[in-house]
């Protein structure tokens, strides 16, 4: 049974749609990845400075708790001496 053409351009049209919306998924796809990406980078950013503040907050507990030994042992001897 042959094709008449109003059954092919109705085809065509029907292709040319499926093609549309095949880029569509395509540009949303690589837009999602893209955004991704950049989500990744933001994360490992973010853990970086995380770990930095961590090491920081660390170095400044030692150094407190080195001026607080210091205090401490003046008065210690101070108060021995009385």
């Known amino acids: 049974m042959p094709l008449d053409e109003e059954d092919v351009l109705a085809s065509l049209v029907c292709v040319k749609e499926m093609e549309r919306q095949v880029e569509e998924q ?6 999602l990845e893209t955004t991704l990406k950049l989500l ?9 400075t995380v770990s930095a503040l961590r090491k920081q907050l660390e170095d400044i507990k030692t150094i407190n708790q080195d001026i607080s030994n210091k205090i401490r042992v003046p008065n210690v001897l101070f108060i021995g001496l009385l």
Do not use: I
């Open 26 to 31: 395509s540009a949303k796809r690589r837009d």
């Open 40 to 48: 990744e980078k933001d994360a490992w950013a973010k853990q970086a």
